[in-house]
């Protein structure tokens, strides 16, 4: 017998439409904030649209069996349904793993995955010795079959070094875009509205799979994709700004302090709090390279005249030095 999780359940009771209308905005609140209840939900939502008949039909038939006698312990049936589909998906979930296995030039089948957390940057060599760099918060995913077939999928920020070879092109997969290349250096960031594409050196070929139009990138210049928008941006860049994270180095480029509190909190893997909106709106310019937390605390209170007190472990308010 299969057991199903509270958050599985959520999940199943989400995509079959079982939940009322406060009930699912709850729920995608909780997706915001739980990373491992929204990663359970992205795995379910791929097997619910990949294996679309089986399980919709069977909805289709739920549907059908709710509208007659709906006064007879329609909760008991109802409960009956979810545990079914339940049941039907954790069954499909097995399958999909097991076939990934056996099919790896499935979109399914990666099965090496690196994932990094806040304040986390990780360096990874692929099995064609191509370089990655992973910024914090950031995951890639690639197939055991690699040296055959060169593809990669992104989430986050990740730069790239990767080794030339013209018989097997390397290709990055990110929800919005697909980045081709032969032999070349780049950096790819999804962590925001605005995508982008920034490279290095040599040349890609960026697809916007919404459009499906396409576009080269010559160094020092960058692709920007704004998925709620659909503009496109091609642009210069500084490439020692833009990859110095990489480095793990921080730089501040005469940012308000609402706008620098996401990179500042990403590259610390902490939380800094602003309570004051005379703050928020303060600009800073700093870079710190290989510091160290109560180092850019000394840094920050310096350059910007605030005040920061640690209210617990990792979470931290900047207040003003001084009252007027």
């Known amino acids: 017998m299969i057991n199903i999780t509270k958050n599985e359940r959520k999940c199943v009771r989400y995509l079959t439409q079982e939940l009322s209308t406060a009930a699912k905005a709850i729920f995608e609140i909780e997706l915001t904030l739980d990373h491992e209840l ?8 791929l097997i619910w649209d990949n294996y679309p008949e089986s399980l919709k039909a069977y909805q289709e038939q739920k549907e059908t069996q709710l509208k007659p006698k709906t006064e007879q312990k329609p909760l008991k049936l109802k409960r009956k349904v ?42 990874v060599y692929l099995p064609d010795s191509s370089l ?6 950031s995951e890639i995913k690639y197939n055991s079959d690699f040296k055959n077939k060169r593809e990669v999928y992104v989430k986050g920020e990740a730069y790239f070094d990767v080794t030339h070879n013209k ?41 916007i799979k919404k459009s499906k139009n396409s576009l080269n990138l010559l160094p020092k210049e960058e692709l920007i994709y704004n998925i709620k928008t659909s503009d496109v941006t091609k642009r210069n860049f500084n490439v020692t700004k833009a990859l ?26 902490v939380r800094f709090n602003i309570s004051d909106e005379a703050i928020n709106q303060k600009k800073i310019t700093g870079a ?21 007190k640690q209210l617990s472990l990792n979470e931290y308010l900047i207040t003003r030095s001084h009252e007027d």
């Open 38 to 45: 929204k990663a359970t939900y992205e795995n379910y939502k």
């Open 167 to 207: 018989q097997i092109p390397f290709l990055v997969h990110t929800e919005d875009l697909n980045i081709t290349v032969l032999g070349t250096a780049f950096n790819v960031n999804t962590a925001s509205d605005n995508k982008s594409v920034s490279l290095e050196r040599g040349k890609v070929n960026v697809l």
């Open 82 to 123: 979810i545990n079914r589909v339940a049941i039907s998906m954790a069954a499909i979930a097995l399958i999909v793993i097991s076939y990934s296995y056996f099919s790896p030039l499935n979109e399914l089948s990666y099965i090496n995955q690196v994932t990094t957390s806040k304040g986390q940057r990780q360096s």
């Open 244 to 269: 110095a994270w990489k480095d793990n180095m921080l730089i501040l480029d005469n940012l308000i302090f609402k706008d620098a509190l996401y990179k500042i909190n990403n590259f610390y893997g």
């Open 132 to 137: 990655v760099i992973l910024n914090a918060s």
């Open 288 to 308: 710190f390279k290989e510091q160290d937390i109560d180092e850019f605390i000394n840094a920050i209170e310096f350059i910007a005249d605030v005040k920061i």
